[in-house]
Every structure is written in structure tokens, then in C-alpha cells.
């Protein structure tokens, strides 16, 4: 094999460079030039007309730390998150497990499953307020059939949450579990014919051939879910609005708030960085977590 001059080698590269130029551009345009841009405006005292800009340094993070509103919203981002992302991971992978393989009925269930994914945040807000009013819905005439007063799970501070959960797993399942089908398809079938042939359990196939055969994308999903469930706005907004109490109020919900409600665009800024951080940490922590397990 001959070496590459290095005029050849300067060629490629600006080949290279011209290739890779209109995705540069975008990323910078849309995602790099963005995150400086906020954090210069988190240093101002910044109004949402744009008529008022104030250099005030690190007073908005001042604010943030002594903010008991935002650490409410942390808190119950965190708890959702954590109520979510472990549900929604392990679903996805019984509903992939259970559905896995060839024939119609399972074809036809996979698409079953996939199609809530491609509805709007609207559409499934309405369909679960639906469900759960105590008034007119669908769960109602199960608890008057027993002799119960149905219970307004979406103004309960127990229930608020959880019924939140819910709607968010129905509403996006989907992704998660098709990914864990395409992982599963990539298993060699030789490995389960193997097993078989030693009679082993369905128990022992799963742990020793299906879960480490599918690991990265368990990794996938689970920072994907993530980064997804710490942004949740749109059900709460639509659902509850923040309530009951705050109870489910979020971090964006919060963000919306402070700077589309009260206009305070720098301190909204602030509390967006803050969110990144935390979504790039816990990111971060999975994705290490991940690496010392393959290295194990």
C-alpha cells in the first residue's frame, strides 16, 4: 500500500471540509450559536420586547439559587423523570420481547402500539383528560359500579403525577419499543438455537444471550428517555397547568412562564442553562455508568 502524499492528503481533506460544510453550518447556526447567545443574555436583566438590556453579571443566578419556585420545578422534573424513564424503558422492552418475531396478529399489534407515537401533545392531552375526569369519564363508572366517589386524579396532589406518567408512557412507548425490535432482529438466531439445545430456561436466555445482546440500545434509550422526560411541558401545561399547588409543575413549564407570561427573558435564559446542565449531567453519568459496564 503507498503512502498518501501530503498534496493528496490536502486534497481529501478539503473534500472532506466541503462534504461536512452544510451540516457544520446548521449545527452552528442552530444549536452552537444559540447556547453562547444564551448565556450572554442570562447576564442581563433582558425583557422580551428586546426595549430593555441590562449587563447585570451573575445576579439571575443568584436569584436562581435562592428561587424556591425553581427548585419546586426541579424537584418535580427530577420526579417525574424518575418515574418515567425506568417505566417507559422497561414497557418498551416487554411490549419488543412480546412482540418480537413473525405473523400477523404481532404485525399487526407492533403498529398498534407505534401509532399513539405520531399524535400530537394535544390530541393525547384531550384523550386522557377524557379518560380521567371524575365527571364523564371513562374510569368514572367503574368507581360508581363499586360504590366510590370517582377520584379527580388531575386535581389530586397524590394523583396529579402519576396520571401524568401515564399518559406520557401511552403517548410514547413507541420509539423506545421499536428500537428494541431492531436491536432484538440483530441477535444471531444461532445463539438461541445453541441455548435450546441446552435446555436452557427462558429466564437464563434473557439474561445471558438477550440483554447483553441488546445493551447499547438499553443505553440508547434510557439517555434518549432521559433528555426527552426532563423536557416535559406539554402535558402538564395542557393537563394540569402546573397544578395542583405546583405539584406538577416543570422546568420548562417554568421557563414559559418567566419568559413569555412575566417577560423576564434573562432569567428565563438562566433557568434553561440550568436545565442543560442537569440533562447533560445525568447524560453524561448514564452514558459512563454504560462504558464501565463494557469494560466489565
Same mark, same amino acid.
Not at 435564559?269 to 453524561?284: E, K, N, R
Given at each position: 500500500?503507498?503512502? !498518501?502524499? @501530503?498534496?493528496? +492528503? !490536502?486534497?481529501?481533506? !478539503?473534500?472532506?471540509?466541503?462534504? %461536512?460544510?452544510? =451540516? ?8 452552537? $450559536? @444559540? ?20 449587563? /447585570? ?12 419556585? $425553581? ?16 417505566? +417507559? ?46 365527571? !364523564? ?8 359500579? +363499586?360504590?366510590?366517589?370517582? /377520584? ?77 422526560? =426532563? ?43 440550568? %436545565? ?21
Amino acid at each position: 500500500m503507498t503512502n !498518501r502524499t @501530503p498534496q493528496r +492528503m !490536502r486534497r481529501d481533506g !478539503r473534500a472532506a471540509l466541503i462534504f %461536512l460544510a452544510p =451540516f457544520l453550518i446548521i449545527y452552528c447556526v442552530f444549536l452552537i $450559536f @444559540p447556547l453562547f447567545k444564551a448565556v450572554f443574555i442570562s447576564f442581563h436583566d433582558w425583557e422580551l420586547a428586546g426595549g430593555y438590556r441590562e449587563w /447585570i453579571g451573575f445576579f439571575n443566578y443568584e436569584d436562581l439559587w435562592y428561587d424556591d419556585y $425553581f427548585w419546586k420545578a426541579l424537584g418535580n422534573t427530577m420526579r417525574f423523570a424518575a418515574m418515567a424513564v425506568p417505566s +417507559m424503558t422497561i414497557l418498551a422492552l416487554l411490549l419488543a420481547l412480546g412482540l418480537h418475531g413473525h405473523g400477523r396478529v404481532r404485525a399487526v399489534l407492533r403498529s398498534v402500539f407505534f401509532s399513539s407515537s405520531v399524535f400530537s401533545v394535544t390530541v393525547v392531552t384531550l384523550v386522557w383528560q377524557m379518560v380521567l375526569s371524575p365527571d !364523564r369519564g371513562l374510569i368514572a363508572p367503574i368507581f360508581r359500579s +363499586m360504590g366510590m366517589e370517582p /377520584i379527580n386524579f388531575l386535581g389530586s396532589v397524590e394523583w396529579a403525577m402519576p396520571s401524568l406518567v401515564i399518559a406520557t408512557l401511552w403517548w410514547g412507548v413507541g420509539l423506545p419499543m421499536a428500537l428494541f425490535l431492531a436491536a432484538l432482529g440483530q441477535i444471531p438466531d444461532e445463539l438461541y438455537e445453541a441455548a435450546e439445545l441446552d435446555h436452557a430456561s427462558r429466564w437464563s436466555t434473557l439474561r445471558y444471550i438477550t440483554l447483553p445482546g441488546i445493551r447499547h440500545t438499553v443505553l440508547l434509550v434510557l439517555v434518549l428517555q432521559i433528555v426527552g422526560q =426532563f423536557q416535559i411541558f406539554g402535558q402538564a401545561q395542557l393537563m394540569t397547568k402546573g397544578g395542583p399547588a405546583n405539584t406538577t409543575l416543570t422546568l420548562v413549564q417554568y421557563i414559559y412562564n418567566t419568559g413569555f407570561r412575566d417577560w423576564q427573558v434573562g432569567y428565563a435564559t438562566t433557568i434553561a442553562l440550568a %436545565l442543560f446542565v442537569v440533562m447533560a449531567g445525568f447524560s453524561m453519568l448514564q452514558l459512563w455508568l454504560g462504558r464501565k459496564g463494557d469494560d466489565q
